[in-house]
């Protein structure tokens, strides 16, 4: 059993830390080819993901990457097993988590900022938390996890008026939380909705013709031809993936409830995120022309004030801006860039995996141009080592910042330390 991959996705942590260690004493889970290359934003289980923690730093270290960070929503329950992962493999790693913040006392009060669903809520990202402080951010988590949960219930409850004429209602305790890890800290999504949804979907109308036939002639939904393919196809191993997919695109919007209770107010997550040591990152989305995902609309976001936004986030404390380069034009990337050189704000690449047909490698990440992001990557881990020792010699203590103001400066010196 131990020398079964799948059992990496088991659903007992020790048995699949178990199984990669004897995996990886076979030899059976060596890459291929090692690649200069790094991705800070990795989902697993805890959040919405194909992959137990465990897997995921495998799916990482198979793919040739130099380092694996793991960023769930609402959640840093899986930090610890990712870390052992890590150690078993080698493989540098980082942790941190992904949450929303409600930006109404700021100058983007109810502006589309960078989240599809919601005006003045944005998303942000916690990296580099020191491992002294994961229980810490675990309890701040809670009741912000319990506030989702009841919005989540309400969703279900919308989707179920909308489709239960056609036989496709949800329980949320029965067919959505056991897709989850949130008996053990994990966070329920929409995609966790949507995700159960999709099961129905496949149970009722089938797979194939019965499945399009039911998007296109009943829901009127838009499908384009490559998706249609796979839907096609009714031994596509990815086929509940591809259709939560579809319905992220059309149906959220039909069932969504603004997040309220669920979302802290940014100065407090900021305060916080200084107390524990930890690395704030305002989350570059863009205005959205193709997705890269499949499961985004195109639509406008952040661009036309990007310059206030800025402003906003260096006022506000921010200490970096994550972004992902496979996601936006060289213009637009050109200009973040620009701006955080501007206001000496760090900046951190991550490529947001939460589906299987994703890659783990970026081959935009072989750009000289954003050379720069993986030695940031390094410097983070750097800061993450350092802080768990002594939050005072994190990256961005206010002792460390008094001695090194300027931050390329500061991330060579961190760089260094996570080199070690």
């Known amino acids: 059993m131990l020398n079964n991959f799948e059992t990496l996705n088991d659903n007992d942590k020790n048995l699949r830390l178990a199984a990669l260690a004897e995996l990886k004493k076979s030899g059976a889970v060596e890459p291929e080819e090692k690649k200069n290359e790094v991705n800070n934003h990795i989902h697993t289980t805890y959040s919405f993901s194909p992959y137990s923690p465990t897997m995921a730093v495998t799916k990482a270290y198979m793919a040739g990457l130099s380092t694996a960070g793991i960023m769930d929503h609402d959640s840093i329950s899986g930090a610890r097993e ?43 990202a916690l990296h580099g938390v020191p491992h002294s402080q994961i229980d810490k951010l675990e309890a701040y988590f809670k009741p912000f996890v319990e506030a989702r949960n009841r919005r989540n219930r309400k969703m279900i409850e919308n989707s179920n008026k909308l ?59 838009s499908i384009s031809p490559k998706i249609e393919e796979f839907l096609l196809d009714e031994i596509n191993p990815h086929y509940a993936y591809d259709l939560l997919g579809v319905l992220k695109s059309d149906m959220i919007g039909k069932i969504y409830v603004d997040a309220t209770d669920e979302c802290p107010k940014i100065h407090d997550i900021i ?122 010699l994190g990256m961005f203590s206010k002792e460390t910042k008094e001695k090194y103001p300027d931050i390329k400066e500061r991330m060579k010196i961190y760089r260094a330390y996570g080199l070690e």
């Open 82 to 124: 990712f870390l052992e992962a890590g150690n078993i493999l080698g493989l540098k790693t980082t942790i941190g988590a992904e949450c929303r913040a409600n930006m109404e006392d700021t100058p983007l009060a109810g502006r589309r900022i960078n989240n599809p669903d919601q005006n003045g809520i944005i998303y942000m």
């Open 163 to 221: 489709l239960s004429c056609y036989g496709l209602t949800l329980d949320f305790d029965a067919d959505v939380l056991p897709l989850s890890q949130n008996a053990v800290g994990g966070s329920v999504t929409e995609r966790h909705l949507l995700y159960a949804l999709a099961l129905k979907i496949i149970s009722v109308f089938g797979k194939g013709i019965g499945c399009i036939n039911f998007l296109k002639n009943t829901m009127g939904i």
């Open 271 to 392: 305060a916080f995120s200084k107390e524990i040591g930890a690395i704030s990152a305002y989350a570059y989305l863009g205005d959205v022309g193709q997705s890269v995902t499949g499961d985004k609309k195109a639509q406008k976001f952040e661009d036309d004030y990007l310059d206030l936004l800025f402003e906003t986030i260096s006022e506000l404390g921010f200490d970096a801006v994550t972004y992902m380069p496979s996601r936006n034009t060289v213009e637009q990337l050109d200009r973040v860039m620009a701006l955080c050189d501007q206001y000496n704000l760090f900046q951190i690449s991550g490529e947001d995996i939460n589906s299987p047909r994703q890659s783990f490698y970026c081959e935009k990440l072989q750009d000289p141009k954003f050379s720069h992001l993986i030695d940031a990557t390094y410097a983070l881990i750097g800061h993450e080592t350092k802080a768990t020792e002594n939050l005072s």
